[in-house]
């Protein structure tokens, strides 16, 4: 457990820029150490977000829900419907404990803050009725004004995000690789609080953050680059998810200047915060704290694993606002890739398929090793 109290330095400077720091991890040992809540206090962790792999580690590891899956077991037995069961009542339950150490953050920032995230089962993302359905049982289960109900930006996803919003259940819109479908994702968002505020729903409290994938980007058109091999294509590497992310933030912008959003605002609605996600430098050539660095700006949430999170700690450096005024610049990096007959787009779509199968292959991991857990503790 961080024994420092003292918030360093960078993380000091960073939040005065105006960007809110989640953690993208969560585990119930996180949770009875007392090392979430030391996190908020020392490196200024105002957030969670959790998904099926985190959760599928989360559990592999260590004895920490040994006696609630002997309670479950004992209660409903070993078979499938009791993996199912034990899934839902683990995941729900560590994020109500999250959304309860996170309360006084989300009360100290009126509601902007303080928020804990919980994915839909990934075996729905191509199912809107499934997902609707989904969100609106863990947003009760669950039952914390602060938690977040995270939905993957599919085409099946976007209706499910207008409906689950427009029942004034707040979304966090994950899986977002393309300009394309953030924009999408921004006019379902508008169109579930315009539907709320015509049902009379209190909009304030109804909150929503959309999750643009960075890293996997890179990932992919790097290697795309390397195999060309050109000076022109190696000097290109690791620009095109940050270019992608401040073009997201280009459009952002556009939207919440545009009368549509300003009568939405007016009618108390906040706005749906851009979200840098999969943050963590996965190339040991670039700077370890390169995805928070580079989208440095004021109203957006960087999730960041440990260890990027104590690598910014510990040698983050700012240059000011990374992000506003970047699009010129970020326009000629993408169609300088482009131009080298690589396809931003078509990488951004594959992205999107594989984020998806991951998280389902994650929640068959989980539901294997709640049911190993489950078997182990009953004695089959």
């Known amino acids: 457990m961080t024994q420092q109290t003292t918030v360093p330095a960078p993380i000091d400077e960073l939040v005065d820029a105006g960007v809110s720091i989640w953690l993208d991890d969560l585990s119930r040992e996180r949770l009875r150490t007392g090392n979430l809540a030391d996190l908020v206090s020392s490196r200024g962790v105002v957030g969670v977000t959790t998904n099926p792999t985190i959760f599928a580690s989360a559990l592999a590891k260590g004895d920490a829900y040994d006696a609630q899956l002997a309670e479950i077991a004992s209660e409903v037995g ?30 100290a920032t009126d509601t902007v803050d303080g928020r804990v995230s919980i994915e839909v089962d990934p075996r729905m993302a191509r199912d809107t009725e499934a997902t609707v359905a989904t969100a609106e049982n863990l947003w009760r289960i669950v039952d914390r004004p602060n938690v977040f109900i995270k939905i993957p930006a599919t085409v099946e996803g976007l209706d499910a995000i207008t409906r689950t919003l427009a029942q004034g259940i707040s979304v966090n819109v994950t899986l977002i690789f393309s300009l394309e479908r953030y924009r999408a994702v921004m006019d379902a968002f508008a169109t579930g609080l315009e539907r709320a505020r015509d049902a009379g729903t209190d909009l304030a409290p109804v909150a929503s953050v959309a999750s643009f994938f960075v890293s996997r980007v890179d990932s992919a058109v790097d290697d795309a680059l390397t195999e060309i091999g050109t000076p022109e294509a190696l000097e290109l590497r690791g620009r095109t998810a940050i270019a992608n992310a401040r073009l997201a933030f280009e459009a952002y912008e556009e939207f919440v200047g545009s009368d549509r959003w300003r009568g939405l605002a007016a009618a108390g609605a906040r706005p749906q915060r851009p979200l840098w996600a999969s943050t963590g430098v996965k190339n040991p050539e670039y700077p370890d704290t390169m995805y928070v660095t580079e989208l440095v700006t004021e109203g957006v949430v960087n999730t960041m694993p440990e ?16 992000v506003r005024g970047t699009g010129d610049d970020a326009r000629r990096t993408l169609e300088a890739v482009a131009a080298l007959g690589i396809s931003v787009d078509d990488v951004t779509t594959s992205l999107e398929a594989e984020g998806v199968d991951k998280f389902e292959k ?15 503790v009953a004695g089959s």
């Open 307 to 322: 260890k990027t999170l104590d690598a910014f700690a510990d040698h983050g450096t700012l240059a000011g606002d990374t």
């Open 78 to 107: 070993t078979d499938d419907a009791a993996v199912e069961t034990a899934v839902e009542r683990i995941t729900t339950d560590d994020v109500r404990a999250a959304a309860d150490v996170l309360r006084p953050v989300y009360d």
């Open 362 to 376: 994650s929640w068959t991991e989980l539901l294997e090793t709640t049911a190993t857990g489950l078997r182990k």
